[in-house]
């Protein structure tokens, strides 16, 4: 159980295109998701809180306009990259904490989407 | 703000040998600390985890003990194995998780 998926696994795009990642919770339902970006070796680092029905949560410094998130129900959540750039290449990964409320249990994460722009 | 420090890497071990990774963490009041493993080419999957104070998780070997006093959750196996070897991250939190740096760990045959 718990699983969560995330589509596509990887993607290459061209500099100024907008590319869409899909995050997925396949057995339960989450009222928050998370998006993080993680650089090569690097920590994961938190983009943005994904809260169903409403608005994500920014975290500072990221911007909302390029990384439009959208919670569309308890199980999806969506991250659009627009007019991509190639320093937006990196590795997104989403992750979703079941329950319906704002918890504070472990999350499960997706298995990461690679973003190539060229 | 909060914070989690954990021990740089790589860290390259023979078989069978003891591992230590260090994490400590900085944060109002006492959030749940986890371990989350990143097998290479794989997606976060959580390791372990503790819920309060003196909790000890435990997975596949591996330990870890919430210690309030020191703040600490550090990462202990006793015997590696080569298929250990991956990235392992410490993290904390409450409604949302912060994650140390990651430590590298190789494990030679």
């Known amino acids: 159980g718990a699983v969560v998926s995330q589509h596509p696994s990887w993607v290459i795009c061209k500099s100024g295109t907008s590319v869409k990642i899909e995050c997925r919770s396949l057995?339960?339902?989450?009222?928050?998701m998370f998006w993080y970006r993680q650089f090569p070796k690097q920590s994961l680092m938190l983009m943005a809180t994904s809260n169903e029905g409403s608005k994500a949560t920014y975290e500072q410094g990221v911007e909302k306009d390029k990384f439009l998130i959208n919670h569309a129900s308890l199980t999806l959540s969506t991250l659009t990259v627009t007019s991509a750039h190639p320093e937006d290449s990196s590795f997104y990964i989403c992750s979703a904490r079941p329950g319906l409320g704002s918890g504070t249990g472990e999350q499960y994460f997706g298995p990461g989407t690679r973003l190539t722009v060229t | 703000g909060d914070s989690v420090t954990q021990m740089e890497g790589p860290v390259t071990l023979s078989e069978e040998a003891f591992l230590t990774i260090n994490c400590t963490y900085t944060a109002t009041g006492y959030p749940s600390l986890f371990w989350y493993v990143q097998y290479p080419g794989e997606g976060l999957q959580l390791l372990l985890k503790a819920t309060k104070a003196d909790d000890k998780g435990s997975n596949k070997g591996f330990e870890a003990t919430y210690r309030k006093e020191t703040t600490s959750f550090h990462l202990e196996k006793g015997s590696v194995q080569v298929s250990d070897s991956a990235v392992y991250f410490c993290?904390?939190?409450?409604?949302?998780?912060?994650f140390g740096a990651g430590t590298r760990l190789f494990v030679k045959a």
């Open positions: 993290a904390g939190g409450g409604f949302k998780t912060i």
């Open positions: 057995d339960f339902q989450a009222t928050t």
